[in-house]
């Protein structure tokens, strides 16, 4: 069983910044590719960052310079810094992690719960 648990949302101004953590507990041989998703209301869900095992990145174009993606191999989890926030970056953030349970497993897309990031005056 393997289980993403995300961080970190929260209410913030314009301007403001925040850091999302999610973290991956069970039973984990490998990570592969993680990355960031978010959905707003009526809106289909789209990629926000994703990164590699080995570390490259890749971000959405309404994010690039404003947001930072990161993660920590040793502790199964991934960071996503919002610097710049705008009231357009409003939704719920998902995480998503490539992770294979066992050495002979084929790998698994995981997703996290979510955790609401609203920015607003």
């Known amino acids: 069983q393997v289980q993403l648990v995300e961080s970190g949302g929260g209410l913030v101004q314009p301007g403001g910044s925040l850091r999302l953590s999610c973290a991956a507990s069970g039973s984990i041989f490998s990570m592969n590719d993680m990355g960031w998703y978010r959905q707003a209301p009526g809106k289909q869900r789209e990629l926000v960052a994703g990164?590699?095992?080995?570390?490259?990145?890749d971000y959405a174009d309404s994010v690039k310079g404003r947001f930072t993606i990161s993660r920590d191999n040793a502790r199964n989890t991934v960071y996503l810094q919002m610097d710049s926030l705008k009231p357009e970056d409003t939704a719920v953030y998902y995480c998503?992690?490539?992770?294979?349970?066992?050495?002979?497993?084929?790998?698994?897309?995981?997703w996290g719960q979510g955790t609401q990031v609203t920015v607003s005056s």
């Open positions: 990164i590699t095992r080995g570390g490259s990145t």
């Open positions: 998503n992690a490539e992770i294979r349970s066992r050495p002979t497993y084929p790998s698994r897309n995981y």
